[in-house]
């Protein structure tokens, strides 16, 4: 069984930056391609960031290239999503997700676990 638990998110001006967290307590974290997802206010959830179980494969949303990455320690079984240069229209909930394969998918459907969501409020 997975359980993810993400890190509290925050309000943070435009330009700034944060990193969430999501963390597996259990021991099977390796085992999984992970993905960061996000949803504002009438939207749909999409696909922010993947990585493959070992960390070796990721990708992004054309949106977030060359400000967020995505990272893993699959020792501590925890992932990580840095933003940098937030722009207000990055304001949304970020999820953190977990599928039982090598390697990740930008689908919402093709994951099977789900963090409770943390909220990334950009200001102007």
């Known amino acids: 069984q997975v359980q993810l638990v993400e890190s509290e998110g925050g309000l943070v001006q435009a330009g700034g930056s944060l990193r969430l967290s999501c963390v597996d307590p259990?021991?099977?974290?390796?085992?999984?391609?992970m993905g960061w997802f996000r949803q504002a206010p009438g939207k749909e959830r999409s696909f922010v960031a993947g990585?493959?179980?070992?960390?070796?494969?990721?990708d992004y949303a054309d949106s977030v290239k060359g400000r967020f990455a995505i990272s893993r320690d699959n020792a501590k079984n925890t992932l990580y999503l840095q933003m940098s240069s937030l722009k207000p229209e990055d304001t949304a909930v970020y999820y953190c997700?977990?599928?039982?394969?090598?390697?990740?998918?930008?689908?919402?459907?093709?994951?099977?676990?789900w963090g409770q969501g943390t909220q990334v409020t950009v200001s102007s």
């Open positions: 990585i493959s179980g070992s960390g070796s494969n990721t």
């Open positions: 259990g021991r099977t974290f390796s085992s999984y391609a």
């Open positions: 997700a977990a599928r039982p394969y090598t390697d990740y998918s930008t689908r919402h459907y093709h994951y099977t676990y």
